[in-house]
C-alpha cells in the first residue's frame, strides 16, 4: 500500500509562488510514476504535471507548461510542484498521485493512488 500526503498549498496573489509538496511512503517508488492533479469547483478534475521516478522525465498540461516545474527527491520520497506566475484560474484543490506502472500518463484512472488535496487560492 502507499500513503501519499500533500503540503504547501495556501492563499497567494496572483503573479506569486507556490510549492507544494507530497511525501510518499509504504512503497518503493523506483519504477513508479508521479502525478499532480487539480480541481476546481464544479469543474473535473484535470491533470496539472507528472514525473517518471526513475528517469525524471516530466510531462505539463498546456495552461501550466512554463509556470510550473514538477520535481522528485528520491532521497525523501517527496515530489514537488513549484508553481509560479500564479493566476486566478489556477485556484482548485491539488491531488497527488502514483501509479505502479513504469510510464508518465495524463488519465487519473491510470493512477493508483492519491492523497487527500491540498487547498491553493490565488487571489486577483
Known amino acids: 500500500q502507499v500513503q501519499l500526503v500533500e503540503s504547501g498549498g495556501g492563499l497567494v496573489q496572483a503573479g506569486g509562488s507556490l510549492r507544494l509538496s507530497c511525501a510518499a511512503s509504504?512503497?518503493?517508488?523506483?519504477?513508479?510514476?508521479m502525478g499532480w492533479f487539480r480541481q476546481a469547483p464544479g469543474k473535473e478534475r484535470e491533470f496539472v504535471a507528472a514525473?517518471?521516478?526513475?528517469?525524471?522525465?516530466?510531462d505539463y498540461a498546456d495552461s501550466v507548461k512554463g509556470r510550473f516545474t514538477i520535481s522528485r527527491d528520491s532521497a525523501k520520497n517527496t515530489v514537488y510542484l513549484q508553481m509560479n506566475s500564479l493566476k486566478p484560474e489556477d485556484t482548485a484543490v491539488y491531488y497527488c498521485?502514483?501509479?505502479?506502472?513504469?510510464?508518465?500518463?495524463?488519465?487519473?484512472?491510470?493512477?493508483?493512488?492519491w492523497g487527500q488535496g491540498t487547498q491553493v487560492t490565488v487571489s486577483s
Open positions: 498521485a502514483a501509479r505502479n506502472t513504469v510510464g508518465i500518463v495524463r488519465r487519473s484512472r491510470e493512477y493508483d493512488y
Open positions: 509504504g512503497r518503493t517508488f523506483s519504477r513508479n510514476s
Open positions: 514525473i517518471s521516478w526513475s528517469s525524471g522525465r516530466s
